[in-house]
């Protein structure tokens, strides 16, 4: 069994930064992929930041030069340095990865239980 587990979320002035992290653990063959989406009343999961996985990370436009994901593949986790919030950026922040749980398996997608980011004075 796979599990995703998030942490840094919290309450911040608008211009501050967050950091956020995420740890996958269990059985574990190989981690394909890993994201952070988020979403807010009403709207639909979105995308915010893919990768990097062999190449450049993706960011929606709206975080771009402000947000940054890296990886660390020895410890299964991920990292978003979130920097210059600002208040449309409150959303509940997910973890998203795409793992082989072992060497001929499928690859399958898995979430993190969310975590809250709150961009307020």
């Known amino acids: 069994q796979v599990q995703l587990v998030e942490s840094g979320g919290g309450l911040v002035q608008p211009g501050g930064s967050l950091r956020l992290s995420c740890a996958a653990s269990g059985s574990i063959f190989r981690i394909e992929g890993m994201n952070w989406y988020r979403q807010t009343p009403g709207k639909e999961r979105e995308l915010v930041a893919a990768g990097p996985s062999g190449g450049s990370a993706w960011y929606v436009s709206s975080v771009e030069g402000r947000f940054t994901i890296s990886r660390d593949n020895a410890k299964n986790t991920v990292h978003l340095q979130m920097n210059s919030l600002k208040a449309e950026d409150t959303a509940v922040y997910y973890c998203?990865?795409?793992?082989?749980?072992?060497?001929?398996?499928?690859?399958?997608?898995?979430w993190g239980q969310g975590t809250q980011v709150t961009v307020s004075s």
């Open positions: 998203n990865a795409r793992i082989r749980i072992y060497a001929l398996s499928d690859v399958n997608e898995y």
